[in-house]
């Protein structure tokens, strides 16, 4: 995702609604995020679809890392020779 320009991509709700396509075409052209503004305060951001594709995914990625780490920190891991004993397991029910 492309850093945003504090000049540029931060807009107030009611000149955004008067120019709608305007703003999704220079989203599409330049890929910057729009800040959208309500009474002076964020109310909103525009993102291109794999701009928040991306930042799903992260975030589904970085929750995993976390969990695995807090089951290594809390002693849920398996040794070599269970993870063995487990896949060997389901192999013989297929």
């Known amino acids: 995702m492309k850093p945003i320009s504090i000049t540029r991509d ?5 000149e955004f609604k ?4 305007k703003w999704f075409k220079g989203l599409k052209n330049t ?3 729009l800040i ?3 009474n002076g305060k964020p109310a909103g951001v525009l993102l291109s679809p794999s701009d928040y594709d991306e ?3 992260r975030k589904s990625f970085l929750d ?22 487990a896949l060997a397991a389901r192999r013989s029910k297929e």
């Open 10 to 14: 931060i807009v107030p709700i009611a």
């Open 18 to 21: 008067r120019s709608i396509s």
């Open 31 to 33: 890929g910057h995020p």
């Open 36 to 38: 959208i503004t309500q």
């Open 55 to 57: 930042l799903v995914y």
């Open 64 to 85: 995993s890392v976390g969990r695995g780490i807090s089951d290594a920190e809390n002693g849920r891991t398996y040794g070599t020779e269970e993870i063995r004993a």
